[in-house]
């Protein structure tokens, strides 16, 4: 399924690619309005050029990366997450504090602080 077309997958990366070149010239010192110029035009020639083959690629990367990086993610930080509140007994939820009733039951604040939040 191909949620959009190979020419306008080709025209992201060219805009990606011409983010990428602007952040590091001019984190270089080497940025000109000229290369910059010249650089977009080449990357969205090139992209245009090979767009079919392009997007087959992204789709491919897409499929990949998507399942190794959420993985990583839903393990190593997810998780990790779940672990330590357990370990440390949050209830972030509060499901155990108040089995009988939704409400929750706060401390009665002062009359000053009322008016005064901020």
Same mark, same amino acid.
């Given at each position: 399924?191909?949620?959009?077309s ?9 805009a ?14 080497? #940025? ?41 993610? #839903?393990?190593?930080?997810?998780s990790?997450?779940?672990i ?35």
């Amino acid at each position: 399924m191909e949620l959009s077309s190979p020419r306008f997958k080709g025209f992201t990366v060219s805009a990606g690619f011409s983010l990428w070149f602007f952040v590091i010239t001019s984190a270089i010192g080497i #940025f000109s309005l000229e290369l910059f110029v010249i650089f977009i035009v080449c990357a969205l020639v090139v992209t245009q050029i090979f767009a079919l083959k392009l997007s087959i690629g992204l789709d491919i990367f897409a499929v990949a990366n998507t399942k190794v990086f959420l993985g990583i993610l #839903f393990i190593f930080v997810l998780s990790m997450y779940g672990i330590v509140f357990k370990f440390l007994r949050i209830d972030l939820l509060r499901l155990k504090k108040q089995p009988d009733t939704y409400w929750l039951y706060i401390e009665k604040s002062k009359q000053e602080q009322i008016f005064k939040q901020y």
